[in-house]
């Protein structure tokens, strides 16, 4: 496992709870460098979809490893009934998109191609080789969360909407239904006051196309503006987030 982030809580996969943590593992670097623990140390914990609670540094090795104890006590916290899916963004950002989303709690995420984006995009090796999950568990250390967002991948708007994916969790429902679109906008985001779950579309750099538009207002989604100003797809996202969130009145 690899993190880059802030570390607010040190997350652990279930096989790891008996084995000692490596002098290059980031997070024993984290610990001894950054927070400067030493020997009978305590530090926030937890593992991952389970238990959060305090760690403890038993005992430093002379290779570097550390042994440690957990004593996990408190329950995982509940993910955010905000689901947001996007059209494939640069690679560069899918790392950090998915990162502040789950920082940020939300309980899914899903990527889908469009008509106007680039569609090599859709290659990236972030989904395959563990990227994806390093960036949603960078998220949750950094908001003391030991629970991932759900991330699913569809080839294009129009499948995504046919599966309605937020129909099968309960949790859900009923949802509120927003893209974020500044062409000919029904609203904006305030709109959403009062609701008790929202699922969020946003588009790629360019946009959406007119079908999409037609699929979109289709299916129910209401077609709200995030302001004047042309926002970067990562920008557009948190926006769309954070303001959902706050009007969910989380």
């Keep these: 496992m690899s993190y880059n982030n802030i570390m607010n809580i040190i997350l652990f996969e279930d096989n790891e709870i008996n084995m000692a943590l490596q002098k290059h593992d980031e997070r024993a670097v984290h610990l001894i460098k950054i927070l400067h623990k ?3 140390g305590s530090f926030e914990a937890g593992i991952l979809g ?19 104890s957990l004593d996990l006590i408190h329950p995982p916290l509940k993910r955010l009934p905000v689901r947001l899916a996007v059209g494939f963004p640069r690679p560069i950002q899918i790392r950090r998109i998915l990162r502040d989303l789950s920082s940020l709690g939300v309980c899914a995420i899903d990527l889908f191609g469009t008509e106007l984006g680039e569609k090599s995009y859709r290659k990236t090796n ?4 563990g990227g994806a999950r390093t960036a949603l568990i960078e998220g949750a250390s950094q908001s003391r969360d030991t629970t991932l967002p759900q991330l699913e991948v569809y080839y ?36 959403m006051q009062g609701a008790s779950s929202a699922v969020l579309a946003v588009g790629s750099e360019r946009g959406w196309s007119e ?24 920008t557009a996202c948190i926006a769309a987030a954070v303001l959902a969130i706050q009007s969910l009145g989380y």
């Design 211 to 234: 079908h999409e538009r037609d699929l979109l207002d289709t299916a129910g989604f209401l077609r709200l503006s995030l302001g004047s100003r042309a926002l970067r797809t990562e």
């Design 50 to 68: 389970g238990k959060s609670g305090k760690g403890k540094i038993e005992k430093i090795n002379r290779d570097g490893s550390i042994i440690f």
């Design 38 to 40: 030493k020997e009978g």
């Design 156 to 191: 294009s708007l129009e499948e995504w909407l046919k599966q309605c994916p937020w129909k099968k969790n309960p949790q859900m429902e009923p949802a509120i239904l927003v893209a974020a679109d500044n062409v000919r906008p029904k609203g904006t985001f305030a709109v």
């Design 126 to 129: 972030l989904l395959n080789d």
